[in-house]
Nanobody
Framework: VQLQASGGGLVQPGESLRPSCLAS????????IGWFRQAPGKEREGISC????????NYADSVKGRFTISRDDAKNTVYLQMNSLKPEDTAVYYC???????????????????WGKGTLVTVSS
């Protein structure tokens, strides 16, 4: 497997989810990894990413303070802890990886080298 996302589901507003992205060893060690999402009728947007070199992170304004990205080096896995979920967070969530990392990572869909299949997150009462 190159990138495999899982952990989506149906939750109520205010609840939490923690999707995960399992990466192959070579990708995990040398690539920036992050999450994008695409809601129905909307463009795909970058929401969070983490560097492989120093663990620095970046977040979209829409999720800052509610979502936390982390990586488990022993499991080659990146997690996205999503708290205080809102209906507008409903989307298919994709993990992606790129050989580069920088301040523009979340805005550069075409710069990704690998994409995982999405996992659906639905926030509804």
């Amino acid at each position: 497997v190159q990138l495999q996302a899982s952990g989506g589901g149906l939750v109520q507003p205010g609840e939490s989810l923690r999707p995960s992205c399992l990466a192959s060893g070579s990708i995990f060690a040398n690539h920036g990894i992050g999450w994008f999402r695409q809601a129905p009728g909307k463009e795909r947007e970058g929401i969070s990413c983490i560097s492989s070199s120093d663990g620095s992170t970046n977040y979209a304004d829409s999720v800052k303070g509610r979502f936390t990205i982390s990586r488990d080096d022993a499991k080659n896995t990146v997690y996205l802890q999503m708290n205080s979920l809102k209906p507008e967070d409903t989307a298919v969530y994709y993990c992606a990886a790129a050989r580069w990392y920088g301040s523009n990572w979340l805005n550069n869909l075409n710069g990704m080298d690998y994409w995982g299949k999405g996992t659906l997150v639905t926030v509804s009462s």
